[in-house]
């Protein structure tokens, strides 16, 4: 079935530092793709999406894009604050109306 | 926030114990998701539904069951709860199904099985 793979491990960097996240995707078919937020004590909230292949989503200054040739949707941000410290999740459309997920990372940002 | 609530949201239960979690929404979507948190495994789907009544397995479903008499609620039954189970279970909605709109997510129901 579709799955994701995010890089293994926590990842902690200084306020302002550019910030990649990797996740790559296995799937038959088209399926969107979708990066989730979580904050500490709270549920998964919805970061950004993309629903076909070069299609860019982005929100609160994060960015991801579809790349089918490379079966990728890493996650970027260019200045990250201490406020993007959570973990964050990658996922896909699988079958039958479920979402898959990666094994989420872990960010932490030091002041 | 979307409107959906998880009931209880803390838990301490002994092994082979029944226990039954409840997620409520109030937003009339049709698709109700049951996953749980574990680390190291990120989120697993337990049971979904795709309306009253209509229900189908995920990919860990095994020692638990599901039921939805009606829209706005989507029981999670542990029939004899093991020490496996001891995980953080969230419930998510979706007004389309995950292949048409995001899922929500409640804030989670941790329990400790002892």
């Known amino acids: 079935g579709n799955s994701v793979t995010q890089m293994e491990g926590p990842v902690t960097l200084s306020e302002e530092a550019f910030l990649t996240i990797n996740c790559t995707y296995t799937?038959?078919?088209?399926?969107?793709l979708f990066w989730y937020v979580q904050y500490p004590g709270e549920g998964l909230q919805l970061l950004l999406k993309a629903t076909k292949a070069d299609d860019k989503g982005s929100n609160k200054g994060f960015e991801a894009t579809y790349r089918k040739e490379t079966t990728s949707f890493h996650l970027e941000k260019g200045s990250v604050q201490v406020s993007d410290s959570a973990v964050y999740f990658c996922a896909l459309t699988s079958s039958e109306n479920r979402l898959a997920f990666g094994k989420g990372n872990q960010v932490v940002v030091i002041p | 926030d979307a409107g959906i609530t998880q009931s209880p949201r803390h838990k301490v239960t002994e092994t082979g114990t029944p226990v039954t979690l409840r997620c409520h929404q109030t937003e009339n979507h049709r698709y109700m998701y049951w996953y749980r948190q574990d680390p190291g495994h990120g989120l697993r789907l337990i049971h979904y539904?795709?309306?009253?009544?209509?229900?189908d397995k995920g990919e860990v479903s095994d020692g638990y069951s599901v039921s939805r008499s009606k829209t706005e609620d989507f029981l999670l039954t542990l029939e004899s709860a093991t020490s496996s189970q001891t995980s953080v279970y969230f419930c998510?909605?979706?007004?389309?199904?995950?292949?048409?709109?995001?899922?929500?997510f409640g804030n989670g129901t941790r329990l400790t099985v002892t």
């Open positions: 799937a038959t078919g088209y399926p969107s």
């Open positions: 998510a909605i979706s007004e389309g199904g995950a292949n048409n709109s995001p899922l929500h």
């Open positions: 539904s795709y309306g009253v009544k209509d229900t």
